[in-house]
């Protein structure tokens, strides 16, 4: 069974430019969820998805994150534009519908780097 | 607020010797705490995932430990071999409808030869 893929695995842009990650969940698994780690802090959650659906964006900084999800199978977040505090690692994860977010599989997370 | 806050920040050990990662929260009311390993590159994998109703639980030479009344949990690393090095996660999870799992900051394991 292939995991959560993310993409790209790092990314280094320059402040004012857009990026934009991706998240390809398990097959099957409705919920994904999108969580950042900035550097020497912990992991927060961003947003969760039910398929299509935002369930929850709660986590979301500003009005530069934008995430989707169409169709209900992978899933994107741009930034736009860019700044320095965005940098950090970006990981979405996944799990079935019942398990909700107590067995989450992890991508490997998406490294962003604003210069 | 909610938060989780781990012990020691960062650890090194010899190889062969045990070693306890510390975690205290303040999440409430408590649905469930999990371990999570990550190794470096990598994203959390979980390890643990113990109820209010469970003390111990443990997953080969992992032991995690649960005190709901101090709220406390600890995870027990016995014979350690050099794959342990990694980030060890505690996340704790609120009941009474939130779902959003509060993480901890991590301990940073490196086990040397």
């Known amino acids: 069974e292939a995991g959560v893929t993310q993409f790209p695995s790092h990314s280094v842009i320059e402040k004012g430019q857009t990026v934009t990650l991706r998240c390809d969940p398990i097959s099957g698994h409705d919920n994904l969820y999108w969580y950042r780690r900035v550097m020497g802090k912990e992991i927060k959650f961003l947003l969760h998805f039910v398929k299509e659906s935002k369930q929850d964006e709660s986590g979301m900084p500003n009005n530069r994150f934008l995430a989707e999800r169409t169709g209900g199978t992978y899933s994107t977040l741009k930034v736009q534009p860019a700044e320095l505090e965005d940098s950090g690692v970006y990981f979405c994860a996944s799990s079935l519908p019942s398990s909700g977010a107590n067995v989450l599989t992890f991508g490997a997370g998406s490294r962003l780097t604003v210069l | 607020k909610n938060q989780v806050e781990q012990s020691p920040q960062s650890l090194i050990i010899l190889e062969g010797k045990n070693c306890t990662l510390q975690?205290?929260?303040?999440?409430?009311?408590?649905?469930?705490l999990r371990w999570y390993k990550q190794d470096t590159g990598r994203g959390p994998v979980s390890l643990t995932i113990m109820t209010f109703s469970e003390n111990t639980k443990s997953n080969g030479r992992y032991t995690a430990t649960l005190d709901a009344d101090t709220k406390q949990s600890s995870l027990h690393i016995t014979a350690s071999q050099l794959s342990d090095s990694a980030s060890y996660i505690c996340v704790v999870s609120a009941g009474g409808g939130s779902y959003i799992p509060t993480f901890g900051r991590g301990t940073s394991l490196i086990v040397h030869p």
């Open positions: 975690c205290n929260y303040t999440v409430s009311p408590f649905s469930n």
